[in-house]
Structure formats: C-alpha cells, structure tokens
C-alpha cells in the first residue's frame, strides 16, 4: 500500500551532472520531511540534505554549492540536482522520510558511480 522509490543514478565522469528522484505515497510523503542520504565505501550513512514539508532546505558540508535538494508537493515527489560531481560523490543513495510517531521510511537506493 506505502511506495517509495528512488531513480536517477548512474555512471557519470568528473564534473557531470545527475539527478535523482524519489517517488512516494501521498500518505508518507505529505507534510513530512525528506532526505537523502548516501553510503560509500566506508559504509557510513551520512546525511547529504533534508527539505521540510515548507520547502526549507538543510545540507551537508560536502555538497554546498554543488547540489540542490528540492519538493514538488503535487507529486509527492523529493529531488537531488548533482553537479560538479567527483569521484569521492560516488554511493548509494538513499532517500528517506521521517514519520511523526511512526517508523522512518526507507526506499532502496540507487547507485551514483562518478568515474572516468
């Protein structure tokens, strides 16, 4: 009955562009927040950044400047814009919801290899 489902990933070079989508239900994505995360080869799983229902934007001091996270509400649908992408960018990402009194939500991931 609950979707929520990543798309955009890729193999890229040095200083290319991606953009990744996150598809959910109405009834976890509407008034919460969003976000991404990504985990490397270290298999940590840092946050990349998070967009309140509002539209406010929160990010991670590696992506600053480079990417953008974004909402399109009528959609129910959260967005990654990457650019100037470098290898150490390279990871699985994860998009996640936060629930009021409810379990996180978790989508599958998908890959981003930044490679020449």
């Known amino acids: 009955q609950e979707q929520l489902v990543e798309s955009g990933g890729g193999l890229v070079l040095p200083g290319g562009s991606l953009r990744l989508s996150c598809a959910a239900s109405?009834?976890?994505?509407?008034?919460?927040?969003a976000g991404w995360y990504r985990q490397g080869p270290d298999n940590t799983r840092p946050l990349v950044a998070f967009?309140?229902?509002?539209?406010?934007?929160t990010y991670g001091d590696s992506v600053k400047g480079r990417f953008t996270i974004s909402r399109d509400n009528a959609n129910n649908t959260i967005y990654l814009q990457m650019n100037n992408l470098q290898p150490y960018d390279t990871a699985k990402y994860y998009c996640?919801?936060?629930?009021?009194?409810?379990?996180?939500?978790w989508g599958q991931g998908t890959q981003v290899t930044v490679s020449s």
């Open positions: 996640k919801i936060w629930r009021r009194g409810q379990p996180d939500y």
């Open positions: 109405r009834s976890i994505f509407s008034g919460n927040v």
């Open positions: 967009i309140t229902s509002s539209g406010s934007a």
